[in-house]
């Protein structure tokens, strides 16, 4: 597979974006977003790359948050192991880290972003351009419920992002399906009219990948095989928006 030719540590993440599209107009670049901080996105995000990767696709991560949680993955990650592209987005201005930036690929077909928490409101704009798929965790919890309906709010009315695009799913996650707040979330989420692109457990599961720079697509299938289930419908979400973003390619 040949590397593009450039280093993608000289550009800001927007112009990053824009020359990844010109050199695959096919990627699909997918953002994991929510304000809100612990709700899941540094989990989804590095889950989502390692599924990709296993599946023989090349996928970048691109980590924007100056915690590194992904980058920190990342480097947990053993050379035998499916390859994924790091970006250290929020290490752009760093001349110590440059050696580990990596080239990107021009075959890569997906781009997965994780975003810090605490992202302000007036920097959604900028943040969700070019983004064909914005992923919104959230945790059943009052506190998150309330930060993730600011949340939507603030991309359909901030960032103008238009129902109709069907760019926005939420992904409910840790969820104990046995409890009260567990149905107050899936209420609250009705009222959304946004769709809930996946149910996810409250596994352990998911804190042994992370320890081990995995995702659960690369773990023994008899210890997760219930949590897989779970990513089904998003990946059929993002599946299915492939499609639709290829065709108007
Ligand atoms: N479905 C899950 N089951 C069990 N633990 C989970 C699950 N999802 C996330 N976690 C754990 O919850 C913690 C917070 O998750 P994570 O780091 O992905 O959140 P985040 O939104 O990226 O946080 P931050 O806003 O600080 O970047 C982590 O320890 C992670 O392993
Ligand atoms: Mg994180």
């Not at 250290?88 to 994780?114: C, G, L, Y």
Request: charged share 25%.
């Amino acid at each position: 597979m040949s590397a593009c030719a450039l280093t993608v540590s000289e550009i800001t993440p927007l112009l990053w974006c824009l020359r990844l599209r010109r050199l695959n107009p096919y990627m699909q670049r997918i953002l994991v977003l929510n304000p809100k901080g612990g709700s899941g996105k540094t989990t989804i995000a590095t889950n989502l790359a390692s599924y990709f990767a296993s599946q023989g696709d090349r996928p970048v991560l691109s980590d924007n948050d100056p915690q590194g949680s992904s980058t920190r993955w990342l480097k947990k990650r053993k050379p035998e192991q499916a390859i994924i592209h790091g970006v250290a987005a929020f290490e752009r201005n760093s001349r110590m880290t440059r050696a580990w930036q990596m080239r990107v690929p021009a075959d890569a077909a997906h781009v997965v972003v994780d975003t810090p928490a605490a992202v302000p409101s007036q920097d959604m704009p900028d943040m969700i351009k070019n983004a064909d798929a914005i992923i919104v965790p959230v945790l059943p919890s009052d506190i998150d419920i309330h930060a993730c309906s600011k949340c939507i709010a603030d991309l359909l009315l901030i960032a103008k992002v238009r129902r109709d695009e069907n760019r926005i799913g939420v992904v409910a996650n840790r969820v104990k399906r046995n409890t009260v707040i567990y149905q107050s979330l899936m209420r609250f989420l009705e009222t959304l009219r946004i769709p809930v692109i996946a149910t996810l457990r409250d596994s352990q599961n998911y804190v042994r990948a992370a320890e081990q720079g995995l995702g659960l697509h690369e773990m023994k299938l008899y210890a997760v095989e219930q949590d897989l289930a779970d990513w089904q419908p998003m990946l059929a979400w993002l599946k299915a928006k492939e499609g639709a973003w290829r065709e108007t390619a």
